[in-house]
C-alpha cells in the first residue's frame, strides 16, 4: 500500500482528480471516503460527482473533518476514555480554556485528573456529551492509542480508499490522527492540499506541526510519496507568474493551461493596479468580484455595488474578474518584486495567495493615489477603458 501526499497547486485540478479517482474506484467495487474542512468544499466535491457520475452513490461519503472525528474515530471507541456517550460537537471560536480576555486558563481543565485518567472537562463541554472541536483532534488520537489504533482498522474494513482534502490546514493533533491511520490502516490513504492556502487552524495549541516545512516533513517521515499538480486550469499565466512570486522559489512554478480568454473578456487582460479614487469606475465597468480581510474592510472606498468576499471565504472558488484590496501587511509584494514575506507575515501571505489565485483573466490591486504611479504593475485608467 502506497499512501499519497498530492501537493495541488491552484487551479491545478485536485477535485478532479479526487472524483475521478473515486468513481474509477466504485466501479472496481470499492467504497471512498473523502474528508474536508470547509463546508463549501463538501457541497462541491458532492456535486461534481454527482455531475461526473450522473447520481447520487452510497459508495462515496463526503464528510467534515469534524464529523469524521466524532463519528469514526472518537464514538465507537469512546469506551476506552470516557463511559458517557458524545452526542455532539461543540464549535469552538476560541480556546475554551481560556478566560475570556485574560491569558490565564480556568481552573479544572487540565488533560488528566490526580489519579491519572483523562479529564473529561479537557474535551468535553459541562454537560459531557459534546466535545469542543479545538480539542476534537486531540481526543481521537488518545482514543486511538487506547484502543489500539481499532479505529484505523474498522475504517481500512468500511472503506477501501480514503481521501483527505484541504490537508494544509490540518496542524498538530490532526497529525497525530493521520499517524494512526497511515500505521494500522490497510487501505490507501491520498492527502491533497495546497500548502501555501493555509488560511485556517483545526485544533488549538503549539504542537507541531504548524509551519508548511513542518507539515511536509511529517509527511516524508510517514512515508507518503509525493505528487505534485503544476498545471493550472483556471488563470492565465500572467496572473500565474505573480501568484508563483508570493512564495519565492519555495514551490514549483505553476504553468497555466488556459489556451483561449473568451471573447466576452478580451478587452481587459492581465495584471493591474487601481487608485482609491478609480475603484468605483472599475467595478461598474468590469463587476469584479472584490477579495478583502473582512467585512469591515474598504468601507470608504468600496461602493456598495460590490460584489465581496473576504479572502478566505474564497478559497476554493474562482472567477473570471477579480479585485483585491490588500492589507498593510501585503502591500510591499504589491509594491516591489525583490519583496519576500518575513515569516511573521506567513498567513498574510497565504491570504494573499489565495486572494491572487482566484482570478481567470483579470487582477487589479487597490493602492492609496500616492502610492499607485511607477509600479510593477500597468495601472489602469478610465479615459483608456
Same mark, same amino acid.
Given at each position: 500500500?502506497?499512501?499519497?501526499?498530492?501537493?495541488? /497547486?491552484?487551479?491545478?485540478?485536485?477535485?478532479?482528480?479526487?472524483?475521478?479517482?473515486?468513481?474509477?474506484?466504485?466501479? #472496481?467495487?470499492?467504497?471512498?471516503?473523502?474528508?474536508?474542512?470547509? +463546508?463549501?468544499?463538501?457541497?462541491?466535491?458532492?456535486?461534481?460527482?454527482?455531475?461526473?457520475?450522473? !447520481?447520487?452513490?452510497?459508495?462515496?461519503?463526503?464528510?467534515?473533518?469534524?464529523?469524521?472525528?466524532?463519528?469514526?474515530?472518537? $464514538?465507537?471507541?469512546?469506551?476506552?476514555?470516557? =463511559?458517557?456517550? +458524545?452526542?455532539?460537537?461543540?464549535?469552538?471560536?476560541?480556546?475554551?480554556?481560556?478566560?475570556?480576555?485574560?491569558?490565564?486558563? +480556568?481552573?479544572?481543565?487540565?488533560?488528566?485528573?490526580?489519579?491519572?485518567?483523562?479529564?473529561?472537562?479537557?474535551?468535553?463541554?459541562?454537560?459531557?456529551?459534546?466535545?469542543?472541536?479545538?480539542?476534537?483532534?486531540?481526543?481521537?488520537?488518545? *482514543?486511538?492509542?487506547?484502543?489500539?489504533?481499532?479505529?484505523?482498522?474498522?475504517? /481500512?474494513?468500511?472503506?477501501?480508499?480514503?481521501? %483527505? @482534502?484541504?490537508?494544509?490546514?490540518?496542524?498538530?493533533?490532526?497529525?497525530?490522527?493521520?499517524?494512526? &491511520?497511515?500505521?494500522?490502516?490497510?487501505?490507501?490513504?491520498?492527502?491533497?492540499?495546497?500548502? $501555501?492556502?493555509?488560511?485556517?487552524?483545526?485544533?488549538?495549541?503549539?504542537?507541531?506541526?504548524?509551519?508548511?516545512?513542518?507539515?511536509?516533513?511529517?509527511?516524508?517521515?510517514?512515508?507518503?510519496?509525493?505528487?505534485?499538480?503544476?498545471?493550472?486550469?483556471?488563470? *492565465?499565466?500572467?496572473?500565474?507568474?505573480?501568484?508563483?512570486?508570493?512564495?519565492? @522559489?519555495?514551490?514549483?512554478?505553476?504553468? =497555466?493551461?488556459?489556451?483561449?480568454?473568451?471573447?466576452?473578456?478580451?478587452?481587459?487582460?492581465?495584471?493591474?493596479?487601481?487608485?482609491?479614487?478609480?475603484?468605483?469606475?472599475?467595478?461598474?465597468?468590469?463587476?469584479?468580484?472584490?477579495? #478583502?480581510?473582512?467585512?469591515?474592510?474598504?468601507? !470608504?472606498?468600496?461602493?456598495?455595488?460590490? $460584489?465581496?468576499?473576504?479572502?478566505?471565504?474564497? !478559497?476554493?472558488?474562482?472567477?473570471?474578474?477579480?479585485?483585491?484590496?490588500?492589507?498593510?501587511?501585503?502591500?510591499?509584494?504589491?509594491?516591489?518584486?525583490?519583496?519576500? %514575506?518575513?515569516?511573521? @507575515?506567513?498567513?498574510?501571505?497565504? !491570504?494573499?495567495?489565495?486572494? *491572487?489565485? #482566484?482570478?481567470?483573466?483579470?487582477?487589479?490591486? *487597490?493602492?492609496?493615489?500616492?502610492?499607485?504611479?511607477?509600479?510593477?504593475?500597468? &495601472?489602469?485608467?478610465?479615459?483608456?477603458?
Amino acid at each position: 500500500m502506497t499512501n499519497i501526499l498530492c501537493m495541488a /497547486g491552484a487551479g491545478s485540478g485536485k477535485t478532479h482528480k479526487i472524483i475521478t479517482e473515486s468513481i474509477a474506484e466504485i466501479e #472496481r467495487g470499492g467504497k471512498v471516503l473523502v474528508v474536508t474542512y470547509t +463546508i463549501s468544499n463538501q457541497q462541491e466535491l458532492r456535486r461534481r460527482f454527482l455531475a461526473s457520475f450522473g !447520481k447520487y452513490s452510497d459508495q462515496f461519503v463526503v464528510k467534515g473533518l469534524f464529523s469524521f472525528y466524532l463519528e469514526d474515530m472518537v $464514538r465507537p471507541y469512546q469506551q476506552a476514555l470516557f =463511559s458517557k456517550r +458524545i452526542n455532539d460537537i461543540f464549535f469552538n471560536e476560541s480556546n475554551p480554556h481560556m478566560v475570556s480576555g485574560k491569558k490565564y486558563t +480556568i481552573p479544572g481543565r487540565a488533560e488528566k485528573l490526580e489519579d491519572k485518567s483523562y479529564n473529561p472537562d479537557h474535551f468535553l463541554t459541562k454537560c459531557h456529551t459534546k466535545a469542543h472541536t479545538g480539542f476534537l483532534a486531540k481526543l481521537a488520537a488518545r *482514543i486511538a492509542k487506547a484502543a489500539k489504533n481499532a479505529s484505523a482498522v474498522r475504517l /481500512g474494513d468500511i472503506y477501501s480508499k480514503i481521501y %483527505f @482534502d484541504e490537508v494544509q490546514d490540518l496542524v498538530g493533533w490532526d497529525y497525530e490522527v493521520l499517524k494512526s &491511520l497511515n500505521k494500522s490502516m490497510k487501505s490507501p490513504i491520498t492527502c491533497v492540499g495546497d500548502f $501555501r492556502q493555509t488560511v485556517y487552524e483545526t485544533t488549538f495549541g503549539q504542537k507541531t506541526p504548524k509551519t508548511a516545512t513542518e507539515k511536509v516533513s511529517a509527511f516524508k517521515s510517514m512515508g507518503f510519496t509525493t505528487e505534485k499538480l503544476t498545471k493550472n486550469f483556471r488563470s *492565465i499565466q500572467d496572473i500565474c507568474l505573480i501568484s508563483d512570486e508570493v512564495h519565492k @522559489d519555495n514551490y514549483e512554478a505553476s504553468e =497555466s493551461a488556459v489556451e483561449e480568454v473568451p471573447h466576452d473578456f478580451c478587452h481587459h487582460v492581465g495584471v493591474f493596479i487601481v487608485k482609491y479614487s478609480d475603484v468605483a469606475g472599475y467595478v461598474k465597468t468590469y463587476d469584479p468580484i472584490v477579495l #478583502r480581510y473582512g467585512i469591515a474592510s474598504g468601507k !470608504k472606498i468600496l461602493p456598495t455595488s460590490a $460584489r465581496c468576499y473576504n479572502f478566505g471565504n474564497s !478559497k476554493g472558488l474562482g472567477f473570471n474578474r477579480v479585485l483585491i484590496l490588500p492589507v498593510d501587511k501585503q502591500m510591499p509584494f504589491i509594491m516591489d518584486s525583490a519583496y519576500s %514575506f518575513p515569516a511573521s @507575515d506567513e498567513m498574510a501571505q497565504n !491570504k494573499l495567495y489565495v486572494a *491572487i489565485t #482566484r482570478a481567470r483573466y483579470s487582477l487589479g490591486f *487597490i493602492v492609496p493615489d500616492s502610492k499607485a504611479e511607477q509600479l510593477r504593475f500597468p &495601472l489602469w485608467r478610465p479615459d483608456l477603458a
